[in-house]
């Protein structure tokens, strides 16, 4: 049974906008004991809450499309870059586009079948958001930034952590009829 509630703007624009701000700040880069930190380390992990909450008020079909769009508005914006600046990071739009796809079709296909069989408790979401977050890091701290593991590998820990807590709080949860509430009750 499909859900047909309506996502709210900040879930429809929030992906794409997360998507772009993150690939445009990709090459803002500060150390901390000589490790370099880029600030797209504290945004990427927040699509994929995006994602996961997708997911809990609709359905895989929607965060789908809402990916596709943001890839389209990463291809654009890397249109108009290069357009307007006559060059462009052609590793971090290629890895970042790689990145994006690979992670949150893993992300989208997995958490959906999480919530379905009724498994996404934390470890489960913990699990599926660190391996999420270590593919992204792999192409981004160690072939962008030539780094295995750095302070971006303990952020996305981070990351995975509490955003884990959070999603199976319930927290942006789909709100049940009353017909599935009683339901919920009698068992």
């Known amino acids: 049974m499909e859900n047909k509630t309506k996502l709210p703007l900040i879930y429809i624009i ?3 906008i997360i998507v772009l701000v993150a690939n445009a700040l990709a090459n ?4 901390i004991l000589g490790s370099y ?12 809450f995006i994602t996961c909450l997708i997911i809990k008020k609709t359905n895989y079909k929607n965060a789908l499309r809402i990916m596709i769009f943001a890839l389209a508005a990463e291809a654009l914006a890397a249109v108009v870059e290069w357009i307007i600046l006559k060059e462009m990071d052609s590793y971090i739009m290629i890895y970042g586009y790689l990145s994006l796809i690979i992670c949150q079709l893993i992300l989208i296909y997995v958490y959906d079948f999480l919530v379905k069989k009724k498994k996404d408790t934390f470890i489960f979401v913990f ?4 391996m999420v977050n270590a593919i992204d890091n792999a192409f981004f701290g160690a072939i962008i930034e030539g780094q ?7 952020i996305r820990l981070i990351y995975a952590i509490v955003l884990a807590g959070i999603l199976t709080k319930k927290i942006g949860k789909v709100n049940l009829d009353k017909k599935e509430k009683k339901a919920e009750i009698q068992q």
């Open 148 to 154: 295995y593991i750095s302070f971006s590998s303990a």
């Open 28 to 31: 803002i880069k500060f150390t």
């Open 127 to 130: 699990l599926l958001l660190l």
């Open 14 to 16: 929030g992906l794409p």
């Open 37 to 48: 930190l880029s600030v797209s380390a504290f945004l990427y992990p927040l699509s994929f």
